[in-house]
């Protein structure tokens, strides 16, 4: 299995090369486990799951070691050899989709209980085409969805202006374009403050960043933070009931 793993991720020499086709063109089993182990490693690949394939590894080195180059009956034509490949073979594709589907399934709640947090400090009024002052400026393109340009003039005005407002509408701007550690730093600064007015927003969106990075026991334990009776407590059970 080793020699099969380097032959279909090319980290093998020719005569080995050699060596394995042969062996593949005699053994059917043996290539019905070659291109199960091509897709398999083609999907650790593309997601990153590296330490998939380690734990192939180890699996397979409590098998007999195999020399290709002596004429024996091929080891993956022994029953009880076969036996133990399938059952690799069915613990890397529960393995990959516990990990995957999982992740997948985190990533579609968030996208369908996120909602961007309105603009309610400096709501753009309609027919104004500019924005005088900085913070009109940053909520003007808050508003079109420039988040990038938004965080950027956010950053300039002072945290303590409108209850910690520009910290909120920073980690929404951070969120907006993907950048989900830097969200979770913003809204943990306003936890961290003595501000309380955004208090319930800022955790729903920082339970939610947790979520969409598939930390469900975090996102929880922030949740549980937003008092009973308020409306981001609700949208947390509706949530809950999912997970």
């Known amino acids: 299995m080793e020699l099969i793993e380097k032959y279909i991720t090319g980290n093998i020499g020719q005569e080995e090369s050699e060596a394995v086709e ?27 799951r590296n330490d998939v394939l380690d734990k192939l590894k180890n699996l397979e080195a409590t098998l007999p070691p195999v020399d290709v180059e002596t004429k024996v009956v091929p080891i993956f034509r022994r029953p009880f050899v076969l036996g133990i490949a399938a ?32 603009n309610i400090i400096a709501p753009t009024v309609r027919g104004t085409e500019t924005a005088e002052s900085l913070k009109a400026q940053a909520y003007y393109t808050y508003d079109l969805g420039q988040y990038e340009e938004a965080l950027g003039l956010l950053t300039k005005i002072p945290s303590t202006e409108d209850e910690g407002a520009t910290l909120l509408y920073r980690g929404m701007c951070h969120l907006m374009i ?56 609700e949208k947390v059970e509706n949530l809950s009931s999912n997970l």
């Open 22 to 48: 042969k062996r593949l063109n005699e053994d059917s089993g043996l290539m019905k486990l070659k291109e199960e182990m091509s897709q398999l490693i083609a999907g650790i690949q593309r997601a990153g």
């Open 87 to 118: 059952s690799i073979s069915i613990i890397i594709v529960s393995a990959y989709f516990i990990f995957f589907q999982a992740s997948t399934s985190h990533s579609e709640l968030f996208e369908q209980h996120f909602e961007a947090y309105p």
């Open 178 to 233: 993907g950048q989900n550690d830097e969200a979770i730093t913003v809204f943990t600064e306003y936890k961290a403050s003595e501000f309380e007015l955004f208090l319930p927003q800022v955790n729903w969106y920082l339970g939610l960043t947790h979520l969409r990075k598939g930390e469900v026991e975090s996102a929880k334990s922030v949740w549980e933070e937003i008092p009973e009776g308020n409306s981001y407590r």
